[in-house]
């Protein structure tokens, strides 16, 4: 019989090798439990997921992350430290993955946010063309305007042609009583030579700007209007207005507009010619303005303006247009018009007179 004695080393032996085993399972459960992503709850709602490091402590808490490397946190900072739910787990009972997240939304939507955003990046942006940038550009509610491009015909003394580009803004906002008008033109001519053939002449270019302020319900308005143009087509090096008027506005409907006022103040002229009329001079205008819209896409629009000079009254010129516009859809339409424009002294007693007929291609916007 083995005594009592010699069996208590045996037993001995065999519980120091158990707690030895013991031991050494716990060291590596515990070292896989910080090697395994951790999911660290902040006091300000975030969620970050990464392995928390041996070097963490009671005052601070260091975590490696995939996407944001190592950083430390303070402990005061942190509510909450627990193991991430693995893709395994969520594969064994998607009903109870799509609860849990949709719970996980609702408790902290910032969150949801967060993990959902390196999906986002990885999705290429996908580039607008350019021409549906354009088509879809969309100007202010108050502004409107268009761009028109066409040929004139020339029916004076002599037979030409020319490709002119006319556009104008007009900004007012509803309610307000103040009405800006932007316009501008550049023509290019060829001339015919009495021999028939054509050559390239010399161009023109002009432009405005009104600017109208309305009182008395909407009526009466006082008008500015700074304007120049360079005809040198005409021998009209340059020519700068600067008027100051008064007007008044009839609207008897929606579909019909008249306007009409006059104004003064001063202008630069300069001819290609020695002549008194040089340099700067007094000049007085009226002005007329018509819109009527018979028909939602079709509008008629007539102009009249009519300048001389207070001291020499044989020293004026009057420009007056008619047009006809359709609009064909929201973008395009087409504009027929007539323009003539008469100097009757340019300088040294010469007159100019243009009456051209004129067709064009309308952009809107």
Not at 37 to 54: A, D, F, I, K, N
Not at 297 to 307: A, E, G, I, L
Request: glycine fraction near 6%; proline fraction near 4%.
């Amino acid at each position: 019989m083995i005594s009592s004695v010699s069996f208590r080393p045996f037993l001995s032996r065999i519980a120091v090798r158990c707690c030895g085993v013991l031991a050494l399972f716990a060291a590596l459960l515990s070292g896989s439990l910080l090697a395994a992503p951790q999911m660290v709850s902040l006091t300000s709602g975030e969620r970050l997921v990464g392995e928390v490091l041996p070097q963490s402590n009671d005052q601070v808490v260091t975590l490696r992350s995939d996407l944001l490397g190592e950083m430390t946190i303070q402990r005061a900072q942190i509510v909450k430290i627990e193991p991430q739910v693995s893709s395994a787990a969520n594969l064994t009972n998607p009903a109870k993955t799509d609860s849990t997240n949709a719970a996980l939304q609702q408790v902290n939507p910032p969150v949801a946010i967060a993990e959902k955003m390196t999906e986002v990046e990885e999705i290429p942006e996908e580039e607008q063309p350019l021409v549906d940038k354009l088509f879809a550009f969309k100007a202010p509610e108050a502004w409107h305007g268009n761009v028109r491009m066409g040929m004139n015909i020339s029916s004076g003394d002599k037979q030409w042609t020319e490709t002119a580009i006319r556009g104008d803004l007009e900004i007012k906002q509803k309610g307000d009583p103040n009405f800006y008008r932007f316009t501008g033109s550049y023509t290019y001519r060829e001339t015919e030579r009495s021999s028939g053939d054509t050559y390239k002449s010399t161009d023109r270019y002009d432009g405005e700007f009104i600017y109208r302020r309305s009182f008395s319900d909407d009526n009466w308005f006082i008008q500015n209007s700074l304007s120049t143009r360079v005809d040198q087509i005409k021998g009209i090096d340059h020519e700068v207005q600067e008027l100051l008027g008064l007007g008044y506005k009839v609207t008897p409907s929606n579909q019909f507009e008249l306007l009409f006022g006059g104004s003064g103040g001063i202008e630069e002229y300069q001819t290609n010619s020695d002549d008194t009329r040089n340099g700067v001079n007094q000049v007085l205008n009226v002005f007329q303005e018509l819109t009527w819209k018979p028909f939602t896409r079709t509008s008629f629009v007539q102009k009249f303006n009519y300048y001389w000079e207070p001291d020499y009254t044989e020293r004026y010129n009057y420009v007056l247009t008619a047009a006809v516009r359709i609009r064909l859809t929201d973008l395009l339409g087409l504009e027929f018009s007539y323009n003539q424009n008469y100097d009757n002294d340019i300088g040294n007693g010469n007159v100019k007179d243009d009456a051209v007929w004129r067709n064009a291609l309308i952009v809107y916007f």
